[in-house]
Nanobody, 125 residues
């Protein structure tokens, strides 16, 4: 069983930056595809960014392209989400997810096998 723990969320002013981390344990992290999703109050959980097992392919939702960067350190069993130029609409609970089919990008919730508990990001305008 894979266990994912997110950290790095917080309160930041618009235009600021945060780096989220997701530490994995209990599985073979280097073979998993990883993703970040977010859920704002009253909205469905949505895809933010994903990365394949060897970091060869990344994908982002349009609203964060050029502002967010997903990366991973397989030696540390950790995936990151660097968020720059934050906007109030980025306010949400951010979730880390892992999928065993690590060679393909996953953009749908159902493509992921394991989920963390989430970390809150609040952007004040």
């Amino acid at each position: 069983q894979v266990h994912l723990v997110e950290s790095g969320g917080g309160l930041v002013q618009a235009g600021g930056s945060l780096r989220l981390s997701c530490a994995a344990s209990g599985g073979t992290f280097s073979t998993y595809g990883m993703g970040w999703f977010r859920q704002a109050p009253g909205k469905e959980r949505e895809f933010v960014a994903a990365i394949t097992w060897a970091s060869g392919i990344t994908r982002y939702t349009d609203s964060v392209k050029g502002r967010f960067t997903i990366s991973r350190d397989n030696a540390k069993n950790t995936v990151y989400l660097q968020m720059n130029s934050l906007k109030s609409e980025d306010t949400a609970l951010y979730y880390c997810a892992a999928r065993e089919s690590g060679k393909q990008i996953g953009v749908r919730l159902t493509q992921y096998d394991y989920w963390g508990q989430g970390t809150q990001v609040t952007v004040s305008s």
